[in-house]
């Protein structure tokens, strides 16, 4: 697999070979789609169905819209077909208010949502609520953004959180695939006696993964605004990010990091809490 994985970065023709082996277990097993009121087909389920192909993972759809609903399983599974992917499900969640997403979620390894379900105001404090809940990694998909399965050039933004942890361990299955990793670096130096202080670059140097790291100068409620910036000038096209450090009141009537990326990103994101 590591000869594979090389061979994938030199030649783009190439690709990964599946998981074949009925004893190895794929890092995406099922993937949940949350798609946004009245576009049921929208980016995140393309690029769901994408992901879920590329991997040979189930696909789920949860439509919050409550129009449609008798087309969405015909065109759930045209998306399956669309992408060879083995097991494929609608679930019409009706108006989105998070119960169907909570009960589904523990039960997939990757959720993929349209990204307006987290804008200010309207279902933010819902969908905060949920992703917060479900312990699971949330891709997030803007409006107009290509389904692709993999990511070339990913950014980790990373401030020394047990939240970025989690969001860059969770990226892994993207990361490993990437043309190109940089790290937003915006923690605070470890004392010098630290002996359990990690970084991102340290672990992807020690699994045989370059990567660069730039440092974050923005601070407080410049920093969303800073890593969308960074990401726009490489140009990223995946965007790593631990969200919610902040409680949620603090988030919907203070404002945060997270708040304000999830509000002015025009590429997919990849949160974790």
Not at 262 to 268: E, F, I, M, V
Request: aromatic share 8%.
């Amino acid at each position: 697999m590591a000869t594979a994985t090389l061979l994938s970065r030199l030649d783009p023709d190439v690709t990964v070979p599946r998981f074949e082996c009925r004893y190895c277990r794929p890092p995406v097993t099922d993937v949940l789609v949350v798609a946004a009121e009245h576009r049921p087909w929208s980016n995140a389920a393309a690029m769901g169905a994408a992901i879920a192909g590329h991997w040979r993972a189930s696909l789920t759809v949860c439509s919050t819209s409550a129009t449609d609903q008798q087309a969405a399983p015909g065109r759930t599974e045209a998306l399956a077909d669309a992408f060879h992917i083995p097991n494929s499900e609608f679930v019409a969640g009706g108006a989105w208010s998070g119960d169907a997403v909570a009960a589904l979620a523990p039960w997939h390894s990757l959720i993929v949502a349209d990204l307006e379900l987290f804008a200010p105001g309207g279902t933010f404090a819902a969908a905060a609520r949920v992703m917060r809940a479900s312990q699971r990694p949330w891709l997030l998909v803007p409006h107009g953004a290509s389904p692709v399965r993999t990511f070339k050039n990913i950014l980790i933004a990373w401030d020394g959180s047990a939240c970025s942890t989690r969001a860059f361990q969770a990226a892994w299955p993207f990361l490993a695939q990437a043309d190109a990793i940089q790290i937003l670096d915006g923690s605070t130096p470890p004392s010098a006696d630290d002996v359990t202080h990690r970084t991102p670059e340290r672990y992807l140097r020690a699994h045989g993964y370059a990567c660069e790291v730039v440092t974050n100068q923005w601070k407080g409620e410049a920093a969303g605004e800073g890593m969308l910036a960074t990401a726009r000038q490489w140009p990223a096209d995946l965007l790593v990010l631990g969200a919610f450090g902040k409680a949620l009141w603090q988030e919907e009537w203070f404002g945060g990091t997270s708040r304000h990326v999830l509000a002015c990103a025009d590429l997919p994101i990849l949160i974790a809490h």
